[in-house]
């Protein structure tokens, strides 16, 4: 039996928010998805909830404000939330008829509610504004995207809205390293269902193989670019049988600042990059690549997790 995508997209209302919504016109995914969208209210609330749910529609809401009136504000805020997510539910079934989608709200601290319910739901792809808003109304600048980034067990997609028509040609640019995640990244663009004429660009940049995977050997420096062209080059063909327009990149420098660089040169849509690199390091920690591009890109980024075997 095929199983639909699984999408879970956090929603706070917020202009980088709705710009999330329209990107997701421009990430290639499958006709059939199955996507979540979680609205949170950044406010506490006593554990209420009925037996066995972990979150609450708008009836149940206004049954508890009835029963506590302790708890109104906190309550109020959830109905919020509630109607919000409903709001991003009713714009993606215009622009996605076939999609299954549907909506839920949580009273929690946002970055912590969607890494919850990624964890309890296990979808294949969570999806973020860059920017958002607390419950006052307050920027968030980032830190909640970031957050989900670092601690979300699946791919993550921060998201930056364009206003091009969903069915012009896109441009991708593909950060690899010869690593399994960067792999992975690779495999996700070439599953997706680009509009015709899109373009690809694979870049890598020499100084994220400090260190040749030792599958290969100690090389010297010529042979880690004649390696890097090698993987290059068969990323290449694997985009170009998918139907991409591609071309390539192999130049020395910091992936953390080339790979935003060349993508606002380029006019590029979004980057797609692994979560991990050549040396199995988490390119979640601080100063890490993964989470530098997706700070500094002017385009969206999705940071790729392999899915773990079954």
Do not use: N
């Not at 622009?95 to 990624?118: M, N, T, Y």
């Not at 040609?169 to 690779?186: F, K, Q, T």
Request: proline content about 6%; some cysteine.
């Amino acid at each position: 039996m095929h199983q639909r995508m699984k999408v879970l997209i956090g929603y706070d209302g917020s202009p980088c928010s709705d710009a999330a919504l329209q990107d997701l016109q421009r990430t290639g995914l499958p006709a059939e998805v199955e996507a979540l969208v979680l609205s949170v209210a950044d406010v506490f609330l006593p554990p209420i909830s009925p037996p066995g749910s972990d979150s609450l529609d708008l009836p149940a809401i206004a049954s508890l404000k009835a029963t506590h009136p302790h708890a109104l504000h906190a309550l109020e805020a959830l109905e919020e939330a509630q109607a919000l997510a409903q709001r991003a539910v009713e714009r993606l079934r215009t622009l996605f008829p076939a999609w299954q989608v549907r909506a839920e709200a949580a009273a929690d601290a946002p970055a912590w509610a969607l890494i919850k319910k990624a964890d309890a739901w296990q979808p294949d792809l969570v999806i973020v504004g860059s920017h958002g808003r607390s419950a006052l109304g307050r920027l968030i600048l980032g830190s909640v995207s970031q957050k989900v980034l670092a601690h979300a067990r699946c791919s993550v997609r921060i998201a930056r809205g364009r206003t091009d028509t969903s069915t012009a040609p896109v441009r991708l640019i593909l950060g690899v390293d010869g690593s399994r995640h960067a792999e992975a990244a690779v495999g996700v663009v070439a599953q997706r269902r680009w509009p015709s004429g899109s373009e690809a660009k694979v870049v890598m940049a020499l100084e994220s193989l400090k260190i040749i995977p030792a599958r290969h050997f100690q090389a010297t420096a010529e042979e880690e670019r004649v390696w890097a062209h090698k993987v290059v080059a068969a990323t290449a063909e694997t985009l170009r049988a998918a139907g991409l327009v591609v071309s390539t990149l192999v130049v020395d420098g910091d992936p953390k600042a080339l790979l935003p660089r060349e993508a606002e040169r380029w006019q590029a849509d979004s980057i797609f990059v692994g979560a991990r690199g050549v040396r199995g390091v988490e390119r979640f920690l601080l100063g890490s690549v993964s989470a530098a591009v997706a700070a500094r890109a002017p385009c969206s980024v999705e940071v790729v997790r392999p899915r773990p075997p079954t």
